[in-house]
Nanobody
């Protein structure tokens, strides 16, 4: 059974930084793409960032481009999201996701496995 566990969320002031981690266990994601999504209260889950297996190809939502960086360590089956210059509108539950196939995907339906989410709250 696949498990994906996020960590690193918390409360931070606007302008601050957080680094989210997501560790996958139960199987190897060799060859698969991974991504981050977020969901604010009363809103639909939205795409944040994604990268392919090698990490050479990345894609970001316009709202986070230049502030967030996605990366991965395949030896650890872990994906990271470095979030800088955080804004109040970044407040949400952040979810990591994994795809069995390689590629960069920005829609939820492309992903096969999901974490349980980690709360990020940005205060003014």
């Amino acid at each position: 059974q696949v498990q994906m566990v996020e960590s690193g969320g918390g409360l931070v002031q606007a302008g601050g930084s957080l680094r989210l981690s997501c560790a996958a266990s139960g199987r190897s994601f060799s060859g698969g793409g991974m991504g981050w999504f977020r969901q604010a209260p009363g809103k639909e889950r939205e795409f944040v960032a994604a990268l392919n297996w090698s990490g050479a190809n990345t894609y970001y939502a316009d709202s986070v481009k230049g502030r967030f960086t996605i990366s991965r360590d395949n030896a650890k089956n872990t994906v990271y999201l470095q979030m800088n210059s955080l804004k109040r509108e970044d407040t949400a539950v952040y979810y990591c996701a994994a795809n069995k196939n390689d590629g960069v995907y920005s829609y939820t339906g492309a992903y096969d496995y999901w974490g349980q989410g980690t709360q990020v709250t940005v205060s003014s």
